[in-house]
């Protein structure tokens, strides 16, 4: 494990005169690396290109940024590496700010809420993500409120917009808008 830090810290060292003048280029380094980690392991087939994909993933998610731009990457080399539940637990642990629910922190993750436009009234909202983070029902489910800023199909994007995955017992909240990702845990796990 310190192994793994000292090489994710240098990562984030060779990244850092990115980080303070242009975090958008920081953050195209970050990923072009990791594709062309990836690509190199295609190639050659080291699990070694993998592995260092992974520290460059965990570089990613310590400087903050979103889970989105890495999560098909991260699938794809969690396949080829055969890796655990636990450890791709773990690693979206890296992206998400833990959060123990009850109903004041999930009407605060909510925000404003308005009255005329909504999926369902915010105390609804509330108690339906407790009871589906409690019970662990599994599936992806949307939140929403205010004017319909743009439609894809089924899909939308609201002036607040909020999707709830419960998968493998793990309860992810987006808010999408903001692209903040949040664990959901129980009190007293």
């Known amino acids: 494990m310190k192994e793994t ?3 994710v810290e240098g990562i984030k060292l060779a990244v850092s ?9 920081c953050r195209e380094v970050l990923l072009e ?12 087939g080291e ?5 260092k994909a992974l520290f460059h993933i965990q570089a990613y998610g310590d400087l903050g940024f979103p889970y989105q731009d890495v999560e098909t990457d991260l699938l794809e080399i969690f396949d080829s590496l055969g890796a655990k539940k636990e450890v ?12 123990v629910i009850n109903k ?6 909510l925000g404003s809420w308005n009255p005329a436009r909504q999926s369902m009234r915010i105390g609804d909202a509330v108690n339906d993500i407790i009871q589906k983070v409690t019970k662990k029902e599994e599936g992806t489910y949307l939140y ?10 089924e899909d939308g994007l609201w002036e607040h917009t909020f999707r709830l995955r419960i998968q493998d017992g793990e309860a992810i ?8 990702y949040y664990l959901l845990i129980k009190e007293g796990k």
């Not at 637990?89 to 959060?99: D, G, N, P, Q």
């Not at 929403?144 to 199909?153: M, R, S, V």
């Not at 909240?173 to 903040?180: D, M, S």
């Open 5 to 7: 830090n000292v090489e």
């Open 47 to 51: 699990k070694e290109d993998l592995q």
């Open 104 to 109: 004041s922190v999930i009407n605060r993750l």
């Open 144 to 153: 929403h409120c205010g004017k319909q800023l743009a439609q894809n199909g």
């Open 88 to 99: 791709r637990k773990a690693f979206r642990k890296l992206f998400c700010e833990t959060i």
């Open 33 to 44: 690396s990791i594709r062309w980690l990836k690509d190199r392991y295609i190639r050659l």
């Open 173 to 180: 909240f987006h808010n999408v808008n903001q692209n903040r």
């Open 17 to 25: 005169m990115f980080r303070k003048t242009d975090p958008k280029r």
